[in-house]
């Protein structure tokens, strides 16, 4: 199999050494002061000069993700996080004011009228234009700020353990007991993780706080009334408005926490207990031992390759290529930060995916969720510059969720028994509507937290719960466990790492539905469709992007409400 494998080279460079690398401001700045000074005098040289552009804003982004990587796999690593650190106060604070000017050069050029018509161009210059618009220099030494306080979120999390059965646990593992048959087991579980977050609380909530007022600040110098509309700007969200986020909620309110709740009745009935509690949503209903998808990372990495492979043999070369380059670390252990991504690496084009698995039939879905974010990777690696390979978050988290339902099409290398099988797919479908109710909650709390900037601890408290209440079911009895509810929200770790970035799981969770209802309907015109739309990058609009996966972006309540029934019919199927 290795011998079939092509390990992607590195582009060669054309603008900078073949053998430089980034290790300080002063051996990077003659290149951004070569690209200022640089004439551009024919529509021919300007893409030759984005080229050039490109190519070095690749070879800083792939540093910085190395440091980040690293950082993330060991944060009891002094060096790794000092490594990271030296790169975002000393390297980032630089850049940015050059990358400003280097936008107004673009901007600037009597050359760009001719390019913005050519695919791909006109989305760039509307991207530029936005950071030329939100560019404030005082604002540099704040964003140097939030990037170090959000990585102490990381380190808090990753350092936390608890004792269980003997062993001292990561909480990614210790979740695995939630699962157990035995409620006793499961209720311990509970109470320890949940007694180790709040041990934190108070550093998480103040660490909170000042971030909230940090970016606050950040959307005030640059005009704007507060954060949430300093992000829509930020993230280039010219497809929707806020407006459109709060009909998204409550079309979820209406069409698909009913849907939660008759889950929820269900589950309460098969347990045969007289109140549904928190450590009861994990374990399978019917009180079978929890689905176990791979014995360890090497199986998992095997199993997922395979499956790949069986939907499409491209596919499944992506994941051997990352196995055969060191970029894929899945298992947890202490030390290791929360949580799972997919991080692109801008110059070789070949991304790394990080997890925290344990053996969980989760962990199997996280890496279809983040495998197609790396077949997302590799389909845009060849286009021309790296702003068209770096579309917005709706499109990315369409490629990650769709897979997660594309690929149940091969689940049985998982979950080689039809029983087995069944009880996967039922799962994944539950869990969908289990994920938009708790994606409403965390963007509506978001709204919330940004447009009153100046609230109090004890009001995020109130609001969270009152939020919370509005998408959870009624049949979970939280009695007794307030403090843990009321804190609940310090586990998500977008709130503090990535802002604003939540929506999207929700919107692209709508997307993949459609995906997959068009994968059942015609297997090959299904990937074919989902897969052509990948190769587009960013060379499109959001709803251009999804009418060429043959779907539509659509968060009414009708189409919500078209997809759900779609769901319902699909769940019925495995029961």
Known sequence: MNQAIEIPKRPARHFLPEN?????????????????????????????????????????SEDMGWRYIR??????????????????????????????????KVLDSPFLKELENQPGYGIMVRNLKKEVELFREENI?????????????????????????????????????????????????????????????????????KLVGLRHQVARNAGFANFRDYMFKAYGRFDYTPKDCFDFHEAIASEVVPILNDLSLERKKKLKVDTLRPWDKA?????????????????????????????????????SVMKEMGHLDLESRKGKAPGGYNYPLAEIGVPFIFMNATSTM??????????????HNFLTKDLELNDFKSPPMEVAELASMAMELISMDQWQIFFPTDEELKRAKRDQLEDIIETLPWVATIDKFQHWIYENPAHSAEDRKQNWNRIFDEFADTITDWSGLQEAKDYLW?????????????????????GAIAVWRNFKQNKQK????????LRLGYLKSIPEIYAAANVKFDFSKGYIKELMDFVKVELKAVE
């Not at 796999?73 to 980032?92: A, L, M, P, R, W």
């Not at 031992?289 to 390759?305: H, M, N, R, W, Y």
């Not at 503090?496 to 929700?506: A, L």
Request: charged share 25%; with cysteine; hydrophobic share 35%.
């Open 362 to 375: 989760r962990d199997m879905t996280t890496i279809m969720h983040e495998g197609g974010h790396a077949v």
């Open 71 to 104: 950082m993330t796999c060991y944060t009891d690593n002094e060096e790794y996080t000092k490594s990271y650190h030296q790169f975002v106060q000393e390297i980032q604070p630089e850049n940015a004011p050059y990358s400003d000017q280097l936008n107004k």
């Open 20 to 60: 430089f690398t980034v290790t300080s401001w002063a051996e990077l700045k003659p290149y951004f002061e070569k690209l200022l000074q640089s004439n551009i005098n024919s529509v021919g040289e300007l893409k030759t000069w984005l080229r050039h552009r490109s190519e070095l804003e690749a070879i800083i």
């Open 141 to 209: 030494p704040l964003m140097t700020e939030i990037t170090t306080d959000t990585q102490k979120y990381a380190s808090i999390s990753g350092a936390m353990t608890v004792e269980l059965g003997g062993q001292e646990l990561t909480l990614q593992q210790a979740s695995v007991m939630l699962q157990s048959t035995d409620r006793a087991k499961r209720e311990e579980a509970y109470h320890k993780i949940a007694a180790r977050r709040l041990q934190d609380k108070t550093t998480l909530d103040e660490l909170f706080t």
């Open 526 to 533: 299904g990937l074919a469709g989902y897969m052509q739309a």
């Open 283 to 319: 374990v399978d209903a019917d009180g079978k031992q929890p689905l176990k998808a791979f014995e360890d990372g090497k199986d998992l990495t095997e199993k997922s390759i395979q499956c790949f492979k069986n939907l499409d043999p491209y596919l499944g070369n992506c994941l």
């Open 490 to 510: 310090q586990k998500q770790l977008h709130l503090y790492e990535v802002p604003f970035y939540y929506i999207e799981y929700g919107m692209a969770q709508l």
